[in-house]
């Protein structure tokens, strides 16, 4: 069995690169749930649903997340109503852009919590309607909320990712809830059990840190240590994709293959650095972690399955 700690459109990619080379009853994948919101009364996966849509080859080809062919007729309505919502409602906002096709998937896992189903059992729905072969667990059943600390006070993830367009400065990133959160069901057993444990090359600090603040899963990672093999997010001193460098910098890392070893070497005893990164790779193993180069970017399936190859041999 294989295991992967994911976030994200990289990890999507990366995933979608496994399912072409391993069997996907084989595979089960722990994502971060930390990114999670409620809008219009909608809970919101956005990391679960990239990497169902990735997966299930419904994914906006343009955006890497979202639906190709999506229309917006329901978030263009709603905007008619923005003007008239009182201060201090969240009614008829809009920045966060929902898709008419999008909302089903909201719809539905929306329904089956307040039915009383937890996160896992309805994600485990969705995957099944989607046609998908392997698991996907979110990182907990209970609310973890990542909240990120600007000049103006703490604000929620997506209100900096997508309503500020990540582009303020960062001084502080928690995760509320994870203190007392529980690993959901399977999690701890899947990354115990597995014969090998990646990283995906998702945002050390927002995609993986909220993983890891899940009581039990930092420690079952340290315990399999040499069967972890992470997989950069940083190609060339920059993130391919997203605010994975400006995070790194703001909160006081070093922006390369080598502040990501530093980061991840109490976990991961192997690191996948692109051959840009290469001259690096003497930096990386002093960190205590063995570098494996190789083209790390997925420009598209082929290469993703070739790095697919590379990080499960």
Partial sequence: MLAAVAGGVGAARLLRGMVAVADPHDIVVVVNTGDDVVLHGL?????????????????????????????????????????VAPAGSSAGQTWFRLGDRDLATHLYRTQRLAEGAGLTEATAEI?????????????????VETR????????????YFVGRRHAVAVEAVRFHGAEKAAPAPGVLEALAAADRIV?????????????????????????????????????????????????????????????????????????VIDEADAALADAVAAEGVRPVVAPAVMSGPAEAAALARVVLS
């Fill in 43 to 83: 809970h919101v996966s956005p990391d679960l649903d990239t990497i169902t849509y990735t997966l299930a080859g419904a994914v906006s080809a343009d955006q890497g997340w979202g639906l190709e062919g999506e229309t917006w007729q329901v978030m263009d309505s709603l905007e008619r109503y923005g003007p």
């Fill in 127 to 143: 995957t099944r309607a989607w046609g998908l072969g392997l698991r996907l667990l979110p990182m907990s059943d209970d609310r």
């Fill in 148 to 159: 990120v600390r600007v000049a103006e006070g703490e604000i929620g993830f997506q209100d």
């Fill in 199 to 271: 990283v995906c090359p998702s945002n050390p600090i927002v995609s993986v840190g909220p993983v890891l603040a899940v009581p039990g899963i930092a420690e079952t990672l340290q315990r399999r240590r040499d069967e972890v093999v992470a997989v950069s997010p940083i190609v060339a001193g920059a993130a391919l994709k997203g605010p994975a460098g400006r995070l790194l910098t703001e909160l006081g890392h070093e922006c390369s293959v080598v502040g990501v070893a530093r980061l991840y070497a109490s976990f991961a005893a192997s690191m």
